[in-house]
């Protein structure tokens, strides 16, 4: 099974909407059976918290299921259970990198760095906007799913 992991701070608006939308391409390109998506925070607020309301209606609107997804603190022991651990700016990679003891490892990667955005995917919780942040979920999905079907001849 190859294991992704999505991290944002809080865990409540990126990483869940990026986890539901992987698995939706997933389940899509018939490859559920073979990678298996997670989602954590660098922060503890939200821990046991259901997603924000507007990542879950940004995925009802677009049919995406939603469920069992549950706030979570990133911890030491995912770098060993993940093989790809997604962040969605500059500081939860710095975040990332220090609370898993890992200053610079390839499995470490900044979510638009796959991409043509070369950004950090903005914050809805402070933008508001989570159609802008949608979007350039749903191409980062993409294009990740495509790095992982290249890397694991699948
Ligand atoms: P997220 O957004 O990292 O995309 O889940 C945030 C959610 C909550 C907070 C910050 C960012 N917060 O400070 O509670």
Same mark, same amino acid.
């Given at each position: 099974m190859i294991r992704v992991l999505f991290v944002c701070l809080g865990n409540i608006?990126?990483?869940?909407?990026a986890?539901?939308?992987l698995r939706e391409q997933l389940d899509r390109q018939g490859l559920s059976h073979k990678v298996e998506v997670d989602s954590a925070g660098t922060g503890n607020w939200h821990?046991?918290?259901n997603p924000h309301p507007g990542? %879950? !209606?940004?995925?009802? =609107?677009?049919?995406?299921?939603?469920?069992?997804?549950?706030?979570r603190q990133l911890n030491k022991g995912d770098f060993d259970e993940f093989d790809y651990i997604i962040g969605m700016d500059e500081t939860n990679i710095a975040d990332i990198r220090s609370m898993?003891?890992?200053p610079d490892h390839p499995k470490i990667l900044r979510f638009l760095d796959l991409t043509d955005h %070369? !950004?950090?995917?903005? =914050?809805?919780?402070?933008?508001g906007d989570f159609?802008?942040?949608?979007?350039?979920?749903?191409?980062g999905c993409e294009a990740l799913l495509a790095k992982i079907r290249k890397d694991h001849e699948i």
């Open positions: 608006c990126r990483s869940p909407m986890e539901a939308v821990v046991g918290n990542t %879950l !209606k940004i995925l009802k =609107d677009n049919a995406i299921p939603a469920d069992g997804m549950i706030g898993l003891g890992q %070369l !950004k950090d995917v903005p =914050d809805p919780y402070y933008t159609e802008e942040t949608y979007e350039l979920v749903n191409d």
